[in-house]
């Protein structure tokens, strides 16, 4: 059996059906597709892992490097950025050359670029690398998509999505736990290391295993001009989320940003219209349920990542935990999501996504209610159940709007919608945290003042009070060097009373988020085009 199916010479204007080229059952290792699986999640792994557990190395970094906060900042924007920009071009070359190729290539690269940052001795070497692992994880992540989409037979495919899921989330939510332990007994550099040999594993599976599944309308030729205008668009809405913190709601940069984004979405809209193979046809919205798919997915990316990055802040600075500590006490979140992706995988092949769905949102949005409800004086019990309650409300719709958004989409375009669905989540989850940053900014400059005097502290100068508030805002308490004891436990409790509500609000603000995703989940269905990789293997 050859390990690439052959393209049909079928011309772009004839309207072959959008199934694999080579539907021969796969027997053996290669296309076999549980060890497709097992290949594409150890892949995948890297690309999650590394989205939170450099967080952990930043401070380590830039000690050793001795960078600025700035710098420290590009580590992690650099990597978001072209990751974000790069996901939905990535699904196009997949779907272009073959998803098994772009996985290798994402793969390895990503290998080599994370070693290079571990050996790097400057921080611009660090960013420069950090942006390379972005690039070449966007070639990765569409193609692990397509790669499952091409292999699994329909009736499999929400079962292996939940699997896969199930990596990604179990890899976000363990990132700091690692993080935390490396660079505790090792060191920073340890934390890129290890993708190392993580890569040269997935290359040799990915080598004796993966089978190329090509449709035979596969695009040929490539919408430049929509790739510039598409990557455009995407940075300037992405860096505008990401400064608008520093640079200001109100800001005119901020502004000008967004509406530069807006610009160019409407002129490559305007420009897909036109272009014989656009990068992506229009008319793949024209489906309700993978529209509603993008729209959850950002949904519950803006619920998901905007209310944790206060819990982590609330976790080490508040209740004075650890890294390590803070990342165990998520643990049930992570084990939820770990356990409830494949039975969420099941529930939906039986009763299809929008009740799953709708469910899993519901549950999100209880959840971070009850994280509203979070004091500094909670304990671990409490918390544990709200986070196993998110946790158990994410899973079925990490599974069930991926496999909305890839089941709905013509085979050929299984790339494209894979990085329609990552891109989402990637934009989403910019969106909430710009968002819910500054409700818990607005939060923090309207509490602080009032505070401050009711607990009969000194009063504070303008400038002194923006410091002390900057601080407020991740939960860490203003205390100047020789503070005496009472004044400094007055000042630490007005700063945990004030950043808790303003964490609160963000939370009750992110249960809005997903009380809304519960209608939009309504409007999903099963993928209509989820038989066309059927007939690519049978387990």
């Not at 970094?61 to 990535?90: C, E, H, M, P, R």
Request: proline share 5%; aromatic share 8%; glycine share 12%.
């Amino acid at each position: 059996m050859t390990s690439q199916t052959t393209i049909s010479a079928t011309g772009p204007g004839d309207k072959a059906p959008a199934t694999p080229s080579d539907p021969t059952p796969s027997t053996g290792l290669r296309g076999h597709p549980w060890f497709t699986l097992i290949t594409v999640a150890v892949g995948v792994m890297m690309v999650a892992l590394d989205g939170t557990i450099v967080a952990i190395a930043n401070p380590a970094i830039q000690k050793d490097l001795g960078a600025s906060f700035a710098d420290v900042q590009w580590i992690t924007n650099g990597y978001f950025l072209a990751l974000a920009v790069s996901l939905i071009t990535a699904g196009k070359l997949g779907d272009r050359f073959g998803h098994r190729q772009t996985f290798l290539i994402g793969v390895s690269g990503f290998a080599l670029a994370s070693g290079a940052i571990g050996l790097s001795h400057s921080i611009a070497f660090v960013v420069t690398f950090r942006v390379l692992q972005g690039l070449f994880g966007a070639l990765l992540m569409p193609a692990a998509l397509g790669l499952l989409r091409a292999t699994f037979p329909a009736e499999k495919l929400n079962m292996a999505i939940g699997l896969w899921g199930m990596v990604i989330g179990a890899s976000t939510a363990g990132g700091p736990i690692l993080g935390g332990v490396l660079v505790e007994h090792v060191n920073w550099q340890s934390v890129f290391f290890i993708n190392v040999p993580v890569g040269a594993i997935a290359l040799i599976l990915g080598l004796l295993i993966l089978r190329d599944h090509r449709a035979e309308n596969a695009p040929r030729s490539f919408d430049i001009l929509g790739i510039v205008l598409l990557s455009g668009a995407m940075f300037c809405l992405v860096w505008a989320l990401i400064k608008a913190p520093t640079w200001g709601w109100g800001s005119g940069t901020t502004w000008t940003f967004l509406a530069v984004s807006v610009l160019g979405f409407a002129l490559f809209a305007f420009w897909e219209q036109k272009v014989a193979e656009p990068l992506i046809p229009l008319g793949l919205f024209r489906s309700v349920p993978l529209s509603a798919g993008v729209v959850l997915m950002v949904l519950m990316a803006i619920a998901f990542m905007g209310g944790l990055f206060f819990v982590t802040f609330y976790l080490q600075n508040v209740h004075g935990m650890s890294p390590i500590d803070a990342g165990l006490h998520l643990l049930p979140l992570t084990g939820m999501m770990i356990v409830g992706s494949p039975l969420a995988g099941a529930a939906i092949t039986k009763l299809g996504p929008r009740i799953p769905l709708a469910g899993g949102m519901a549950a999100t949005a209880i959840a971070m209610y009850g994280m509203s409800t979070l004091t500094s004086n909670t304990g671990s019990g409490v918390m544990s159940i709200w986070f196993a309650l998110l946790g158990f409300g994410l899973a079925p719709v990490m599974v069930g709007a991926t496999e909305v958004i890839v089941g709905n989409a013509p085979m050929e375009l299984s790339g494209v919608a894979g990085g329609l669905q990552q891109a989402a989540m990637q934009i989403g989850g910019s969106l909430g945290t710009a968002v819910l940053g500054a409700v818990m900014a607005s939060r923090v400059d309207s509490d602080l003042a009032g505070n401050w005097t009711d607990a009969g502290l000194p009063k504070l100068t303008q400038p002194q009070l923006d410091a002390a508030a900057e601080a407020v805002q991740v939960g860490v308490a203003p205390v100047a060097p020789n503070t005496p004891e009472t004044i400094a436990a007055k000042i630490t409790t007005v700063a945990h009373d004030t950043f808790i509500s303003g964490m609160s609000l963000a939370c009750l603000v992110a249960a809005g988020v997903a009380v809304v995703a519960v209608f939009v989940a309504l409007l999903t269905k099963r993928g209509e085009n989820a038989e066309a990789g059927a007939g690519a293997a049978h387990i």
